[in-house]
């Protein structure tokens, strides 16, 4: 079982840059892979983007790709997103995810791959 919480969202001008956190429990935290969603007010939950469990392989959607990046510290059981060059179409609330991975440099997009999910934090892009 694995509790995921995130946090770091806020209000930012368009062109800003925001970092997410997302803090993991558990003592296994190193055989998840990870990833980001979010979910804009009247869409569905779409990928961001992911990182295999050893956090050597990285995968992003085309809208985010050159402005976002994902990392993750298997240490501290926390994983981030760090977005530059943020845009009013980036507002959305941004979910991260785990999937219990036995393989080292997979990630995964989909979000039925995923079995646990944060509560999810709040970003604003203003114009």
């Known amino acids: 079982q694995v509790q995921l919480v995130e946090s770091g969202g806020g209000l930012v001008q368009a062109g800003g840059s925001l970092r997410l956190s997302c803090a993991a429990s558990?003592?296994?935290?190193?055989?998840?892979?990870m990833g980001w969603f979010r979910q804009a007010p009247g869409k569905e939950r779409d990928f961001v983007a992911a990182?295999?469990?050893?956090?050597?392989?990285?995968y992003y959607a085309d809208s985010v790709k050159g402005r976002f990046s994902v990392s993750r510290d298997n240490a501290q059981n926390a994983v981030y997103l760090q977005m530059n060059s943020l845009k009013p179409e980036d507002t959305a609330v941004y979910y991260c995810?785990?999937?219990?991975?036995?393989?080292?440099?997979?990630?995964?997009?989909?979000?039925?791959?995923?079995?646990?999910w944060g509560q999810g934090t709040q970003v604003t892009v203003s114009s």
């Open positions: 558990g003592r296994t935290f190193s055989s998840y892979a």
């Open positions: 990182i295999s469990r050893s956090g050597r392989s990285t």
């Open positions: 995810a785990a999937v219990s991975s036995p393989y080292d440099s997979n990630w995964y997009v989909r979000r039925y791959e995923y079995d646990y």
